[in-house]
């Protein structure tokens, strides 16, 4: 029995005579890939803001390995395990990647709230965020001010704060998003060379990107799941290609 | 005969309705834009120049000024933003805070230039001087006048978000801006519109301001804080809300001197921080 | 490929000369000597610019490293220099337990309105520094019988430093004294600012946002640094009081609050050396002023602020910083 890496269950959210979530039940295997997919204003990106703590749910319950994080802050998540990228780039413009991995990684490790010691000393955290950021291929870039890294790579250090995090869980909102197909590649290299243990959720359009990486196909319409189920599964699904594949077939 | 009580809720009445038509253009344009305008009194102010540059230098009667006290700091303020402001929209709070307070600065300094220090009385007509003897209350009828224009000035805005197409667009930009603009409509040009609308409202509030609280070149700062309490207590974007801020921090400010005098402005502050502690949004704010 | 060396891996070896002590900042700090062999007579207004600085520099941690907009910061300082005025006539003169009295008061209410301050951000947070600020000043005014409310209070003895260095009239105890001060302060806070803490402060600044999905206790950042900024605060008012041994409600106000603000943003906020700068071109140039009524000292400096914020927006230092870029750029390519 594979034991569930994230599970909820029951989850709901509306806002007033808005549902945004309804009753959404759905269970991360450790090491599983799972896409999510739907329509735009699916609820797909309120799903993540719900599991991450972002948005308080109206009814249900987050199970996080064995833990209920339901009641947990963001933070606090994070510290459990669970970490989460950004859609629209949500960096820290001033700060160049190497401090910027630095810090995910002094607060991981605690030592964040330490002021009497130099930042050089704490080789340790220093050097662990240099190698993220070397796997990631940033490495070369890691002492530019973030605002001045080209959108691709901008788009890789997203990732690189998020692994900062050492998660068992990593959910990615559209990670290649507004990045040109040719450099998507690289992104998408880094995802598939990510461990077996680390298990992933992610947001995505392309759906041969969807075919390609996907063990496991979750369709989001309206708030609610449609349904879930191998990429053949799915691609052989007809209500599917009419509700999301066939709209992108034509257009 | 009525109780005191009922005096103070009167005049409290009254202040509210001034402070909201000084601060619902501030409440409107904040929740459009996410612009800080700290120089919003100093437009207050000016149009309470106009107004005493009319009565005392031209011999205009008080209330024929009070349409130019609302159009010159409307158009001003069109100026005032297609030059300065228009660059800072996607600024930081702090950027906006600063550029305003300067503004706000200046425009002290050049009232007192042309004007002096000095607080500047205005002849009101006959009919609104005085007070008159009412159920035991001693009722003024410059402080009706003030409740009748405030009222009417409320219905006008209410009535023209609610039932002209321009109000709906403001409504929407209020709402979303995003979506907003993604429906064709032209988020600038409302802002600019709603803008002069407001900051004229604010002149007409200074100028109906300097029979009961006085007209100095301090103006812009000292009544920038009540304004500014009205705004945050109220929520932003809210015409409703400013109202009701506005009369809640009258009443408030005029009770509290009334009843416990050492206290003095004291009593305001407390409301409003409770308020924000409990609704950080205000009263009827969205985010 | 990374370097491996005895000081650590290139990534470290960067750190570290990024948070080296340059000589400039050695020139700096000798030069705040200058005052007492070149301008002996200005020893007062040294005094009033090392205390003001101080202030400066508590503002510019929460402002230029955590983001915290405050109109309200002067509540720290006054409430601290009230406090140590007061601990003088009621117990006893000596400076050093007056500051410290001065500073834990200070402290203690920034730590109870830490709690507040980090629940919000943009205009409440704004309205809240402002108003707790205002309400403060009329709390004083209003609690005459302790603050002399708006004569001041009166009667302020201090005792000599360390029983032999009396506060003169000239001013070299008061300018030294201060010196010091902001000196140790400083070096305390430089280290702060290269620090992990002072790192996750720059996060905060950089994007609020993002700080809880990497796992951040933000709000506990914010408290403590809030804290540790209203006790400096409370420190540089404890100095006023002690220096010109009379406090007045000026301490707590708007004005005061708005003041310091102009200063570490004319000087470059988030730079450490912004406050001080800032601090000391402001108040020089306001005693050469001062001779002009209030109202035209506003307008020049309405005039300075709207200028900083439209074409210096990272001050005095910030336009320096791009002008050297800029000349080492064309050095460069010539």
Same mark, same amino acid.
């Given at each position: 029995?594979?034991?569930?890496? #994230? ?5 709901? $959210? ?35 803001? #719900? ?114 995090? $050492?998660? $068992? ?77 066939? $709209?992108?077939?034509?257009? | ?42 437009? +207050? ?65 050049? +009232? ?176 | ?140 005014? @209003? ?6 409310? @708006? ?66 206790? @933000? ?112 050095? @460069?390519?010539?």
């Amino acid at each position: 029995m594979i034991a569930s890496a #994230l599970k909820t269950s029951g989850l709901s $959210k509306s806002f007033g005579s808005l549902s945004v979530a309804r009753d959404i039940a759905l269970d991360l295997p450790v090491g599983g890939r799972y896409a999510l997919i739907g329509p735009n204003g699916a609820g797909k990106t309120t799903l993540i803001n #719900l599991m991450t703590g972002m948005l308080r749910p109206d009814a249900g319950q987050i199970v996080l390995g064995g833990d209920d994080i339901t009641a947990l802050e963001p933070q606090d998540r994070v510290r459990k395990g669970l970490a989460r990228t950004f859609q629209i780039n949500t960096l820290f413009p001033g700060l160049n990647a190497l401090e910027a991995v630095t810090l995910a990684v002094a607060e991981r490790r605690g030592v964040s709230n330490q002021f009497w010691r130099n930042i050089a000393e704490y080789r340790e955290s220093i050097d662990e965020a240099y190698e993220i950021l070397a796997k990631l291929r940033l490495g070369d870039d890691c002492y530019q001010p973030t605002r001045e890294l080209p959108y691709g790579r901008q788009r890789l250090l997203e990732i690189a704060l998020a692994l900062a995090t $050492k998660p $068992k869980v990593l959910l990615l909102d559209e990670p290649a998003a507004g990045v040109p197909h040719e450099e998507s590649g690289e992104i998408f290299e880094v995802v598939a060379g990510l461990s077996d243990e680390l298990t992933l959720l992610f947001i995505e359009h392309d759906m041969h990107v969807v075919f390609r990486f996907a063990s496991h196909i979750i369709v989001l319409v309206g708030g609610a799941i449609y349904t879930e189920g191998t990429p053949a599964e799915i691609a052989a699904d007809p209500g599917v290609r009419e509700v999301y594949l066939g $709209k992108r077939h034509h257009g | 005969m009525l109780p005191p009580v009922f005096g103070v809720l009167f005049d409290g009445l009254a202040y509210g309705m001034l402070l909201f038509l000084l601060s619902v253009g501030l409440s409107v344009t904040l929740g459009l834009m996410n612009f800080v305008n700290l120089a919003h009194c100093a437009f +207050a102010m000016v149009g309470g120049y106009v107004t005493v540059l009319l009565v005392n230098h031209y011999g205009w009667p008080f209330l024929w000024t009070l349409p130019l006290a609302f159009l010159v700091p409307a158009i001003l303020s069109v100026g005032f933003e297609r030059v300065f402001y228009r660059r800072f929209y996607g600024k930081s709070d702090l950027d906006q805070v600063l550029l305003t307070i300067g503004i706000a600065f200046v425009s002290v300094a050049a +009232a007192a230039w042309f004007f002096g220090t000095t607080q500047q009385p205005i002849q009101t007509p006959e009919v609104l001087r005085g007070s008159f003897h009412v159920l035991g209350l001693d009722i003024a009828p410059y402080r009706l006048f003030l409740i009748a224009v405030g009222g009417a000035i409320t219905l006008a805005l209410v009535g023209g978000l609610e039932y002209t197409r321009f109000g709906a667009q403001v409504r929407a930009a209020v709402d979303n801006q995003r979506m907003a603009s993604g429906l064709g409509i032209n988020v600038e040009r409302t802002f600019a519109i709603t803008f002069a609308v407001g900051s004229g409202l604010a002149g007409l509030g200074g100028a109906l301001a300097i029979e009961i609280v006085g007209l100095d070149p301090n103006f812009s700062f000292t009544y920038l804080i009540y304004v500014l309490i009205v705004v945050a207590v109220g929520g932003l974007g809210s015409i409703g809300g400013s109202l009701a801020a506005a009369v809640l921090i009258g009443v408030s400010d005029i009770a509290g001197k009334y009843y416990v005098p050492q206290l003095g402005a004291f009593l305001i502050y407390l409301v409003m921080l409770a308020i924000l502690m409990w609704r950080p949004s205000g009263l009827f704010g969205r985010r | 490929m990374a370097l491996v060396t005895d000081a650590g891996t290139e990534p470290v070896r960067y750190l570290k000369f990024k948070t080296r002590w340059h000589w400039a900042e050695t020139l700096f700090w000798l030069a705040t000597l200058l005052p007492f062999f070149l301008f002996p007579d200005y020893l007062q207004l040294a005094s009033q610019i090392a205390i003001t600085a101080l202030f400066a520099l508590s503002l510019d941690l929460i402002l230029g490293y955590a983001g915290i907009v405050s109109l309200g910061h002067a509540a720290f300082f006054g409430t601290a220099a009230y406090a140590a005025g007061i601990f003088s006539k009621m117990v006893w003169g000596e400076p050093f337990t007056g500051l410290i009295v001065g500073t834990a008061a200070a402290a203690l209410l920034g730590y109870a309105s830490s709690f507040i301050i980090a629940r919000f951000r943009h205009l409440a947070l704004i309205m809240i520094t402002l108003g707790m600020g205002l309400l403060l000043q009329q709390a004083a005014n @209003s609690a005459g019988w302790l603050t002399g409310g @708006s004569d001041g209070l009166q009667g302020i003895e201090i005792w000599p430093l360390l029983g032999h260095f009396e506060f003169d009239l000239w001013g070299y105890t008061a300018y030294a004294y201060s010196l010091i001060a902001l000196f140790i302060v400083f070096l305390g806070v430089r280290r702060l600012i290269n620090s992990p803490f002072g790192l996750a402060l720059r996060g905060i600044r950089e994007n609020a946002v993002r700080m809880p999905a990497i796992g951040a206790p @933000s709000r506990k950042h914010i408290r403590s640094i809030y804290t540790l900024s209203a006790a400096i605060a409370g420190l540089a008012g404890a100095l006023l009081a002690q220096t010109t041994q009379t406090v007045a409600l000026d301490a707590l106000g708007f004005q005061r609050s708005a003041d310091v603000l102009i200063m570490v943003v004319l000087g470059g906020a988030g730079r450490l050396y912004g406050g001080l700068i800032g601090t000391i071109v402001y108040m020089i140039a306001h005693d050469q002023f001062s001779g002009i009524a209030p109202q035209y000292w506003y307008f020049w400096i309405g005039l300075l602020l709207i200028a900083v914020v439209m074409f210096l927006p990272n001050g005095i230092l910030g336009g320096l910083q791009a002008a050297t870029a800029w000349l080492q750029n064309r050095w @460069s390519k010539r």
